[in-house]
């Protein structure tokens, strides 16, 4: 099951590594938040929202589980 973050980045033809040089991350931050292992501080958050420009809210980044189903991935 994909997680909003994983679909809005997979739909904008993003690679891990590709948001992650974008964002000042490693690939591996990126790939522990779509895994739910870790949770991004309140400036990353902010700084995914802007690069994928109201595509994904704060919520879904944070709170994953309550918005995959509406997003329909599976």
């Not at 974008?22 to 990126?30: C, P």
């Not at 522990?32 to 994928?52: G, Q």
């Amino acid at each position: 099951m994909m997680t909003p973050l994983e679909l809005v980045r997979r739909n904008n033809n993003l690679s891990q590594q590709e948001l992650a040089d974008k964002l000042g991350v490693s690939q591996t931050t990126i790939q522990r938040i779509e895994a739910n292992k870790v949770w991004p501080n309140k400036k990353l958050v902010e700084d995914i929202v802007k690069v994928f420009e109201g595509e994904i809210t704060t919520d879904e980044i944070l709170w994953p589980e309550n918005y995959v189903k509406m997003k329909g991935s599976k």
